[in-house]
């Protein structure tokens, strides 16, 4: 007798324990959701992260909102996705500069590969160096021609220190034996703000963030950083083709979670954001600021982001970069 009411109990469990993970994602979202920007408005990340957070409230009948948390190349806000509760309400979209601060910016307040789950890569895209039209620079050839002339006279500004510009940039002086001031920025909306200004000669950021601008004639593009130019850009020339062979560097960002997400909420807004990526309002708002959407899986993310930060950590530490260069 006790065998008999023993078996549908636990079958009931088992019954009850699969089906969990399958109501919880139904369930999702059940009030706002929040993205986390650790860069201010106007910049490229935060321009992703209302693109998407627009469309998933539409799609989600939810709201999705948009909250910039600023500082330290993205980490302030990154950490803010990691000290959050685990229970889908709050996600962060990322930068580059992610898979950067755990070599560059010492004591971390969290684990980059612990504490936080990724979620997608939703794309990469060229970085370009433009220059204000007043600026005597034609192309990217005349800046490094200036720069080797009278070192330490050409100065380039980034998103911040321990940005992938700045990273190129170190690079680029390495390989052609140059010395380029860096000017970090807080962000991609200060950075074009002084490009457009004149108040920095040079100025390296995504295709996304300066294509506009250039566009408008506002700022000139000298170079791109993919290995061919970018469409998105026609004319432009490649910085290999300009005296740096070999050289090349994508910028990407990506949506991650607090570790510990339930894994069926993970999958749940990974499908809908591949669902966004699809859609033309979505795409070519996207793709014609510059960006090669991706729109991987959550495992291919976790692989994508290992792999940025074992590759720019060896390149830290050959340049000996560090937090307030």
Do not use: C
């Not at 950490?79 to 004591?107: E, K, L, M, R, Y």
């Not at 034609?138 to 330490?152: C, I, R, S, T």
């Not at 140059?178 to 200060?190: D, R």
Request: hydrophobic content about 45%; aromatic content about 6%; charged content about 15%.
């Amino acid at each position: 007798m006790r065998t008999s009411r023993t078996l549908p109990a636990l079958a009931a469990a088992l019954l009850l324990a699969v089906a969990a993970p399958f109501a919880q994602a139904q369930a999702w979202p059940s009030k706002t959701v929040k993205f986390i920007v650790g860069f201010p408005p106007g910049g490229s990340t935060d321009q992703v992260a209302r693109i998407l957070a627009a469309q998933l409230t539409t799609a989600l009948g939810q709201q999705f909102v948009v909250e910039n948390r600023t500082g330290a190349s993205g980490s302030i806000g990154a950490a803010a996705v990691a000290q959050a509760a685990p229970d889908g309400t709050t996600f962060g979209v990322v930068f580059d500069t992610h898979g950067v601060n755990p070599s560059v910016i010492p004591n971390l307040s969290f684990s980059t590969t612990k504490d936080l789950a990724n979620v997608m890569l939703i794309g990469t895209s060229p970085m370009a160096i433009v220059t204000h039209p007043g600026q005597p620079y034609k192309d990217f050839k005349d800046a490094l021609a200036a720069a080797k002339a009278k070192p330490g006279s050409v100065a380039i500004g980034s998103i911040g220190t321990g940005s992938l510009g700045h990273l190129a940039v170190a690079q680029i002086g390495n390989l052609q034996g140059v010395e380029l001031t860096h000017v970090p920025y807080k962000g991609g909306g200060p950075l074009m703000i002084d490009a457009i200004g004149g108040q920095v000669p040079l100025a390296i950021g995504t295709v996304f963030l300066a294509n506009p601008h250039v566009k408008a004639g506002k700022v000139r593009a000298l170079a791109v950083t993919s290995a061919k130019p970018s469409a998105t850009m026609p004319g432009v020339g490649t910085v290999a083709d300009q005296g740096v062979p070999g050289f090349a560097a994508l910028a990407w960002w990506g949506v991650i979670a607090p570790a510990g997400t339930p894994a069926p909420i993970v999958k749940k807004l990974n499908e809908e954001i591949a669902r966004a990526l699809k859609l033309p309002a979505v795409a070519e708002k996207l793709s014609a600021q510059g960006m090669d959407i991706v729109g991987s899986s959550p495992e291919d993310a976790d692989r994508f982001v290992k792999g940025e930060i074992e590759r720019w950590a060896r390149v830290v530490k050959d340049n000996r970069i560090k937090a307030g260069d």
